[in-house]
């Protein structure tokens, strides 16, 4: 008898029938054993009806794009509209204020694509579904903020059931609609119109009235609006919108692009107390491998040959004759001595250093001594060459000596 719950042996999981497992093996197709062969371009021939239609969309889409720019290029009263649009804006985030956009539907899309915009230019913003503010998100609505409206229409029935709870606070509406009386929103609520018209209604341009050029011209008023308020709000030195922009970007392609402009090129280069020195096997003079077992232990890749040669983490790839002489490794460059290694600003961006170099290359003379494994001496504040650098480790710069 068992004496306990803990002496009870687990039961055995039943095991899956021999048959319904080999059944279920054979169902799944085996995996290829090779790749399949890349497909190439060549192996297909251009759809003309389907290249014609998608050059029609854009086609479409630049005339809805040129239309909007020459409303804003010519009528006075759309000029003033956006200048205050941007006032009011510019009000709001000195004020501690937000900008709240509200839209629904595709429109509602485009709301969130501006105010992710918006927010990575340091102006603080808020998207505002019409739906969720009647339960209870109205409530981030403050007395400092203003309202940014997005409807084609000028009438969506979410917006105008949304109206009357709003509270005291500036509106501006991007729509279609060219006077504020054909907006029953503007004609309940005063507020800024931002004219967002197209050249021709979307039927007639694709034959439905799914939102694409509409979505389009809304996009781009929105972008220039949120571009020009952040070039008013950041004018100052070191405070310019593409500096906030960076510090609010630190990811991804953008960020990593930034991060790398914005670095010095002291930051990247190598410390010369880092590299160490050079020491002999037994006493015995000096020769390459000693150089390669050096850089193979330090942490950096590099050596040095006393105060005046360092040898680059590309040059220890290079070396073949282990026991070669270092004296013939000098004669073959493999070896740099500081007399020939090219002076640089530690405070230089990483691309003002780049930039140096490309001009200097463009001429001749710079082509002989800024190539393939030229070494950067970089100097510090004290003026002093403090670290080095291998030329072809400057992030950016495509070098296509031989």
Not at 40 to 62: E, G, K, L, M, N
Request: net charge neutral.
């Amino acid at each position: 008898m068992w004496r306990g719950h803990h002496q009870l042996p687990t039961p055995l999981s039943p095991s899956t029938p021999v048959d319904l497992a080999t059944k279920a093996q054979n169902a799944v197709p085996p995996l290829p054993t090779t790749p399949p062969e890349p497909i190439s371009p060549q192996d297909y021939q251009a759809d003309s009806f389907s290249v014609s239609s998608a050059i029609h969309v854009i086609s479409t889409q630049r005339k809805a794009v040129e239309h909007l720019e020459s409303i804003y290029q010519s009528d006075d009263r759309a000029q003033a509209s956006f200048s205050r649009a941007v006032s009011l804006i510019c009000s709001a985030v000195e004020s501690k204020g937000k900008v709240v956009i509200v839209g629904v539907g595709k429109s509602g899309k485009v709301c969130e694509k501006l105010k992710a915009t918006f927010i990575s230019l340091g102006i603080s913003s808020f998207f505002l579904h019409p739906t969720e503010a009647l339960h209870g998100d109205l409530g981030a609505i403050k007395e400092s903020d203003v309202i940014l409206m997005v409807t084609f229409s000028g009438k969506t029935p979410e917006l105008l059931q949304l109206l009357p709870y709003l509270p005291n606070v500036p509106i501006i509406m991007m729509s279609s609609c060219m006077e504020h009386h054909q907006s029953p929103i503007l004609a309940a609520r005063p507020g800024v119109l931002l004219q967002t018209p197209i050249h021709e209604p979307e039927t007639v341009s694709f034959g439905h009235s799914a939102p694409t050029s509409s979505t389009t011209v809304s996009m781009v008023l929105g972008d220039a609006l949120a571009l020009v308020v952040a070039q008013k709000l950041y004018g100052s030195p070191g405070r310019t919108p593409a500096d906030v922009f960076l510090s609010n970007h630190p990811g991804g392609a953008i960020g990593q692009t930034q991060a790398t402009k914005s670095k010095t090129i002291e930051s990247i280069a190598m410390r010369l107390e880092d590299i160490p020195d050079v020491v002999s096997r037994d006493n015995l003079p000096l020769v390459a491998l000693d150089v390669v077992l050096t850089a193979v232990r330090s942490t950096c890749g590099w050596a040095r040959l006393g105060q005046t040669h360092v040898v680059s983490t590309r040059k220890i790839r290079s070396i073949h004759l282990m026991e070669e002489p270092v004296d013939l490794m000098i004669n073959k460059n493999l070896a740099i001595e500081r007399s020939d290694w090219i002076s640089v600003l530690g405070s230089w961006s990483v691309t003002e250093t780049r930039r140096w170099i490309e001009k200097m290359r463009s001429e001749p003379r710079g082509r002989t001594f800024l190539k393939k494994g030229t070494v950067l001496g970089v100097v510090d504040d004290g003026k002093q060459v403090s670290s080095v650098l291998d030329i072809e480790d400057v992030p950016g710069l495509q070098l296509t000596d031989p």
